[in-house]
């Protein structure tokens, strides 16, 4: 289990982002409960434009524009500059980053809609927290509206009864109609994904010690850090396809108008949101035809990776304390093509931190590998650089070393702007 530092605390049962602005509060804002008699204002199910706007590709970084085609048609060897122009990728220069304003950014096919196997499991992550944030905010409202005497017998489950009674009433008619031509796929299970805390924290529900599965937080933890699907599927379907994808759309990291950026509507066990990918979302042509399907479950751009990873780096993903949590999951378990890359670079590229989300699709079809990665690392000036960097791997190859190459390029760019 993860160390949230839980304490004591009672479940239910009574057993225990265009803009560079955070989540916006939502104080005075949302519907009132559906409870007679009652007035409290419900905190909103979803963020709005919480997303880091990074610019189009007019308004690249300069010094990444012209350092990048160089990179690639210079320093590979002759023959092998088409095959990285076929990646897509993203880079965003974090270092001396003050947390405000356009970060330095550079994209590479950075629009492209794509297939990046489990890598998208970090937009399940980010709902996850998303919601717990959320749900928090409510209970310490409903604690603060007095209505409720938690020190009685009863009290604290009473409360917590009225929190998520509300929470059903307000978000419940949303959420069916955040996505109208899909199934309505249920409502998150707040009381198997969140415990509660008489302090008013919520938590992910560690669940007991007698289920060999562990509970909300064992399963995410191994969802994002091992990249297990048994994991993956039990966070999906925990918090339903509905409020993780309308989470995205309220973020900004799928652009519902374009039907563009991350998606998800499979839950890696085959439990589908719609059969035969019905609810996917469609493919770039030539990655459509790279990876033999028109369309797909699991969806991105480097682009909408880049925002997302960018605003966790800024620690603005949900919050600062949200953003750390998420942060020390991507401390993971896995191979990643990031660290290879820098590691067999000659001279080798020592790095301080890589903290990272790897994808690989799902063979015979597909079996390319991808990932996405927060870099911390020192130049032999000793200037400390930090970055974000996505990388999508156009070329079927085991091990992948067009992309560890395009990596390499990547980091090129950022280490060009503190020489």
């Not at 994209?107 to 937009?123: A, F, Q, R, T």
């Not at 917590?160 to 069916?176: R, S, Y």
Request: proline residues 6%; glycine residues 12%.
């Amino acid at each position: 289990m993860n160390d949230q530092g839980y304490g004591d605390f009672q479940s239910p049962e009574g057993g225990y982002g265009g803009s560079q602005k955070p989540g916006p509060s939502y104080a005075g804002r949302g519907a009132k409960s559906g409870k007679a008699g009652a007035t409290q204002v419900v905190v909103e199910p979803f963020p709005s434009d919480a997303v880091p706007f990074l610019g189009p590709a007019t308004e690249f970084d300069p010094t990444m524009r012209a350092a990048l085609p160089g990179i690639v048609k210079g320093k590979v060897p002759a023959g092998k500059s088409a095959e990285l122009n076929e990646n897509a990728g993203a880079v965003v220069d974090l270092t001396d980053d003050t947390g405000g304003g356009m970060p330095p950014y550079f994209g590479l096919n950075d629009e492209e809609m794509l297939y990046p196997g489990s890598l998208v499991k970090i937009g399940a992550m980010y709902a996850a927290f998303e919601l717990r944030s959320r749900v928090e905010r409510q209970v310490r409202a409903t604690m603060n509206a007095g209505t409720i005497n938690i020190q009685k017998p009863g009290g604290w489950t009473n409360l917590v009864n009225k929190v998520i009674a509300d929470i059903e009433a307000a978000w419940g008619p949303k959420l069916a109609a955040d996505f109208p031509d899909k199934p309505k796929d249920g409502f998150p299970q707040l009381r198997t994904i969140l415990g509660f805390r008489s302090d008013g924290d919520v938590i992910f529900s560690p669940g007991s010690v007698t289920d060999p599965d562990g509970g909300f937080d064992d399963w995410l933890s191994n969802m994002v850090i091992h990249s297990r699907k048994d994991a993956a599927g039990r966070v999906i379907r925990a918090l339903g396809f509905p409020y993780i994808n309308g989470v995205l759309a309220g973020a900004g990291f799928f652009e519902r108008s374009s039907s563009s950026g991350i998606w998800l509507s499979g839950d890696f066990e085959g439990r589908d949101w719609q059969t035969n990918n019905r609810a996917g979302q469609k493919l770039t042509k030539r990655w459509a035809r790279a990876q033999r399907r028109t369309q797909s479950n699991f969806t991105a751009t480097a682009y909408s990776v880049a925002a997302l990873l960018t605003a966790l780096a800024r620690g603005q993903l949900v919050d600062k304390q949200s953003s750390a949590k998420m942060l020390r999951l991507m401390d993971g378990g896995t191979v990643s093509f990031v660290k290879d890359a820098l590691r067999e670079a000659e001279p080798i590229r020592d790095f301080d931190e890589v903290l990272f989300k790897i994808g690989i699709g799902e063979p015979p079809l597909d079996g390319r590998r991808h990932d996405c990665a927060i870099v911390k690392r020192t130049l032999p000036s000793k200037k400390e650089i930090r970055y974000v960097v996505v990388g999508f791997s156009f070329k079927l190859e085991r091990p992948p070393e067009a992309l560890k190459r395009l990596f390499r390029n990547l980091d090129d760019v950022v280490a060009k702007r503190h020489a």
